[in-house]
Structure formats: C-alpha cells, structure tokens
C-alpha cells in the first residue's frame, strides 16, 4: 500500500511538472516531437514504448498512437484537452480502469479496447460531442453499469463495439445516429420488442457468441430495423432463424453454429437483395420448396456441417441449383444419406433426382409439402414394397384421430410421418432420449408447420431409446392451443437387452408403448376417464389403474425390417405433458 501511494504521488508530480513545462512551451508556441515518439506530419506514433504518461504533444497533433503501453487514467494530462486539432486516439491494450476524461473535444474516433474500464459515464462521453467511432471491447463492461442516456450528448456517433464484456441485454438509450452495433460474446440470452427502438439508420447488427434463443426474441424485434444490411447470430442457441427479419435491404445473413433443425418457407422471404447466407454448422437435414424464391441476388450459399438428407425432397434445390448455374457458390451441400447418396454433392445427384416425381412449379415440395409423403418421397424411389400407413378411420372418431408412422433411415436418422384428420396450424413434435432413469431425460422440441407432414430426425443416439410426440396446435386468440387429438410412441434403437430380427440394419428401431411418466397430464385434463381404454397399434392398451396412466402390452412385436413403417392411432392426447 505504501509503495502504491508513493507511485501515485510520483505521477501526480511528474504530470504536475510536464503541464508547467508544457504550459511554457505553447506560450512560446513550439511543444517539439517528444523523444520516446516518432512525429510524421500529425500522426504521433507513441506506441509500444512502455509509457505509464502521456507526453507532451505537437500542437499539430492529429492521430495519436498510444496503444500498447503502461497507461492508467492518472496518465492522460489535462493539457490533452487543449490538443483541438486531435481527430483519433488510440489507447488500446493499457491500464484504464475508468473511461479516460481530459480527452480533446474535436475527437472523432476512439479506440479503449484491452482496458479494464467498468463504466460508460454520461458526463465523460457529453465531453466527446463529435464522436462518431467508439471501440469498447474487451472491457468490464456490464448493462447496469452504463449509465442512463449515457449517449444522449453523442448524437454523431454511428459506430459502437461492445464486444466481449459482460453485457446481459441490449444497452438502452442508443443514440439513433448508430449505423454498425457489434455485441459479440457477450451473456445477452433476450432480446424484447423494444431493444432497438429508435434504431432505424442501424445497418450492420453483430450478436454472434451470446445466449440467444428462438422463445427468447420477441416477434418483432428485427422488424423494425428496417434499413439493416448485415445481421450476424452465429454461435447461438436458435432452432430456426428469429421470426420477422428485416428483408428490404439485408445483403448478408449469418446464421451458422447454432442448433437449427428446420427452416420455414417464409424464413427468407422478401430478400431480394440478400448476396450471401451461411447456414453453416447447424443440424439441418433438408430445406423446403421456396425457401429461396425470392433470393434474386444470392450468389454465396454456405451450407457446411449439416446432416444433409439428399433424397427426392431436395430435387426442388438440385433443380434451382442447375438453372442458378455459376451464378451462385454454393459450399457444403454434401449428401449424409440416403446411403446411396452418402458423400456425394447434391449437383451430382441428376441421374437419382430424374427418378423423382416432380410437383408443379413453385409447389410446396420435399419434406415441407402439404402432402409431400404421397408426392415427394423423402427418399429416391425403390423397388423394394414398403408397409404403409393405413387410411383415416371415416367416422367415429374422426374428428380427433392422428395417425404417426416412423421409418428407420440410418442409424441415426428416422423419417416421421403422419395423417392428421383435424387441420392444425402447426404441430409441435418433441422427442425424449431416455436413459437409465426416464426422469433424466433430455426433451427437444420443433414446431412443424401445419401443412407439413413429414420430418426428418436425425442425429439420434444409436443404442438409445427415445419417445416421440406430436401434438396438433390451432392458433386461438393469438395464442397456440393444443388439439386434443394427439399421437405419441416410444423408440428404441437396437441395444443388448433387445431381441431384434432387422433383415442387415446396423441399428434397427423398435416401436414401444408410451411411457407412462408422460402420460398423467392426459388424466390430469380429462381425456381419460375410468372406462377409457385407447388401442396402440398391435394389441398395446392404454388403461387408467390406481389413479395414473398404465401402459400394458400383450403379443407386442416391436420389429423393423428395412422398409417397415409402424402406425399409432390415438383419440387422447397422452403427449401434453411434452
């Protein structure tokens, strides 16, 4: 402590003295090119000289480098403030723990990053009234600790990086000057619908590396940034890009390293001026029939590190792709399976693809198709007869009947069907891996589009059993509402305590009853009563017992051969609880 005093009062005496000695020379009107710089013109480049202070300057000062030295906040001289010629300042890598004071008022771009600054005070930046270019990154700053209209008195500023600090939401009182706004890496998880109110000269949004997910972004958050060109949310948590992006103007969209497993057909709509997409690293297995109509201008497509399911629900992008020709560039688009498509480029695909049956132009197509499991298989069309799944009941319970049928493509991928006799605005498709104690599993859940059919899962655990549910949802005062007429089942993959005879499949999928740790929501909601009983396929039965939901099985056979599909017809809803 007494050593720290001591240092503190020697550059409080040494700074004391540089202002006289300063204060005398610009009186004579000549303050020489200090002799730890180098002076060009007005570019002052004292960097990387260890530095603890700042010398005196050139009264032509105009761009001074000072990154890469020893400097704490006792070493910027209030003679600086006099310096009004000074239009940037590099400080960068030193030892700020407050945002610097005593700057020049003329400064229009400032760079703090690798400090350990805190705050962003109101009164500090109110000094800075023609700053346009403001770099904070790699400091502590946190959301709390920027002041209320900290940037009221900065209404030129157009560029502010925060990146890597500790913010958890989107600063307020932006100024409304901000072209470029980059948050990269830091802890922000929600985005309401005011965030970027205000926000309409933004073009250039950059939240890559934070904590973002799809219920987590209001609807209409991006809306409203009407005038956006580039949007960045790489390394997020999303399933499927935010509703409602800013079409217009956008020219770039980054959306890789997340956790998108379906894309709507409305996701790019309106981007006809939208030059490159990534989607890169994510768990996409297809994408549906018009996504890309309105992409005029595309001419990067980055597909990279995605499960790619090359069947016939991808002739409709084989086709695009051919007419884009070389007008596009497309990376990435290699075939995970069928397996004879396995590691091979989808453009190369022409021979399988000329096999498809092709819907009219512009239909709904592939896997997203109102009734793509009849018109566009999923995969390449075969010989081989396959189990369909049998027709709606015509009455009794037709009006709540749903009919779910799972087909095993590779060890890891099924291929989900189903017949729904009620419309339905959307289906919510949630899928269970369990474990020893089905308590521990993991729920992952999609929303399917209503005229949607089919669905690809992919990247399952081999050797692990899974429960899968869907659930039809009708849209009821602006809000999702379940249809009681529901289907669920429980997979299981092949493992050492199963029995299976798979005809040459690596790891089959068998079909169970519903778990019953799932089921107790449908008593709690009334669906069952004491009487109730609800047949699963082949003689499994559904009973109410003590209270809670028992599942029983007589003679069931849970075996697939390749081309098997197995069917459920339920008038309950036993996946509510999902």
């Known amino acids: 402590g007494v050593w720290k005093n001591y240092t503190m009062a020697f550059a409080a005496a040494t700074a004391a003295i540089t202002e006289a000695a300063l204060g005398e020379a610009e009186l004579q009107g000549e303050v020489p090119c200090p002799s730890a710089c180098r002076c060009d013109d007005g570019f002052i480049y004292c960097n990387d000289r260890g530095l603890s202070i700042i010398p005196p300057l050139p009264l032509t000062a105009a761009v001074l480098y000072l990154q890469n030295n020893r400097i704490d906040n006792a070493g910027l001289p209030v003679s600086l403030e006099r310096r009004m010629t000074v239009r940037v300042v590099y400080l960068y890598d030193n030892e700020l723990d407050d945002f610097p004071t005593h700057l020049p008022p003329s400064l229009r771009e400032l760079h703090l990053q690798d400090n350990n600054i805190r705050t962003l005070p109101r009164a500090a930046l109110a000094r800075l009234p023609l700053l346009e270019k403001l770099h904070m ?27 890597r600090n500790h913010l958890s939401s989107i600063p307020s009182g932006l100024p409304s000057s901000l072209e470029e706004l980059r948050l990269d890496d830091n802890r922000i998880s929600t985005i309401p619908t005011h965030a970027f109110r205000g926000l309409a000269s933004l073009r250039r949004l950059f939240l890559d590396g934070n904590l973002l997910a799809n219920q987590r972004i209001a609807d209409d958050t991006f809306s409203r940034l009407s005038n956006l060109t580039e949007l960045s949310l790489v390394r997020n948590s999303l399933q499927s890009p935010p509703l409602n992006l800013p079409s217009t103007h956008l020219l770039r969209l980054y959306l890789q390293d997340n956790a998108m497993v379906h894309m709507p057909r409305s996701s790019l709509e309106g981007m006809r001026r939208l030059q490159k997409l990534d989607l890169s690293g994510n768990n996409l297995t297809t994408l549906p029939r018009g996504l890309f109509r309105d992409l005029d201008s595309i001419s990067q497509l980055l597909l990279r590190g995605n499960p790619w399911y090359c069947g016939c629900n991808l002739r409709w992008l084989h086709d695009w792709l051919h007419v884009r020709g070389s007008s596009v560039t497309v990376r990435g688009l290699t075939c ?6 396995r590691g091979k480029t989808l453009r190369d695909l022409t021979s399988q693809m000329e096999q498809c049956e092709v819907d009219g132009p512009g239909g709904g197509g592939g896997l997203g198709g109102s009734d793509g499991a009849k018109r566009d298989q999923g995969d390449f069309p075969t010989n081989t007869p396959t189990t369909t799944t049998p027709p709606l009941p015509q009455d009794g319970v037709t009006g709540k009947s749903l009919v779910i049928s799972v087909k095993p493509l590779t060890p890891e991928t099924v291929h989900i069907t189903w017949q729904a006799a009620q419309p339905a605005s959307a289906f919510r498709l949630s899928w269970l891996r369990l474990g020893n104690n089905p308590a521990m599993g993991s729920i992952t859940e999609t929303l399917v589009p209503g005229d949607r059919r089919e669905y690809l899962l992919t990247q399952l655990q081999p050797h692990s059993s ?13 809000k999702w509402t379940s249809i009681t007429a529901t289907g669920g089942l429980n997979m299981n993959s092949e493992s050492e305590h199963e029995h299976p005879a798979c005809d040459g499949v690596t790891a089959c999928v068998s079909l169970f009853l519903i778990f019953g740790l799932f089921c107790w929501y449908g008593h709690r909601a009334g669906y069952l009563t004491a009487d109730d009983h609800t047949v699963y396929g082949r003689d499994v039965v559904a009973s109410r017992s003590s209270g809670s939901i028992m599942m029983t099985t007589s003679n069931l056979l849970p075996i697939y051969s390749k081309n098997e599909t197995y069917s459920i017809r339920s008038k309950m809803s036993p996946c509510e609880g999902l």
Do not use: M, Q, W
């Not at 995970?336 to 498509?341: M, V």
């Open 137 to 163: 990154d790699d400091n502590s700053i946190s959301t709390v600790s920027i002041e209320e209209k900290a940037f009221a008195n900065n209404p030129r500023l157009r560029l502010l990086f925060l990146s």
């Open 336 to 341: 995970h399976g069928p397996e004879k498509a």
């Open 466 to 478: 899974y429960i899968i549910c869907l659930v039809p949802l009708v849209v009821n005062k602006g």
